[in-house]
């Protein structure tokens, strides 16, 4: 499956370009993957990121409004906050900039699957937090004349990613669409943060010759393991 963890990684790492191209990353997943699993030494980039007044209001129109400044732009995206502001697919009648938006489709709001709260009968899961719209974003992107690619597996979106970067001229506004599933990311996120936690408890725990002795004791004895 598709993790949008594996996308931040590829994403942050892959070469895109002989130029260095800004990214800006949605709310709410994008962003926070990105800041939890993208690596540090990978090639700095510029880096945007917003937050609306319901999270993700403007997630489009934003980032048209940035690749029209800044000459090209990368937008990293969710389903949910792109059909949010999918009227932001009318730009490609006005930019001068270039927008390639890679799209995370997980078929909803997949950052409440991190909630405990999907089995609790009290909740409508689907209908209350999730919100499967159950519309297609390549066909509607396709709809305002975008040139767009969809991807069921992470190992060629680097080398997809470059072909959007280069498409022609006269096509301004470009979509890669990556399917994965919630469930699958949130349960992937939770095994690395664990093993996240389990590294930095043996690292931050002292060996034996680090310990410092009690005043008056012997030698020998040490001050008992946090």
Known sequence: FFFKQKTAYEIRNCDWSSDVCSSDLANSSPVRDWESFAPADAPARPLFSFRGASGIDGTLSIACGLADSLGELVLVSGDLALLHDSSGWLWRQQIHGRLSVVLIDNGGGGIFEQLPIRADPCFDFERLFSMPQGLDPVRLAELHGVTCA??????ALGQHLRQLLQRPADQPLGLLAVSTRAGADASLRQRLRL????????RLQPRDDELPTMAGAAPDSKFPRP
């Open 195 to 202: 093993q996240v936690a389990g590294l930095l408890r043996k």
């Open 150 to 155: 969809r991807l069921d597996h992470p190992r």
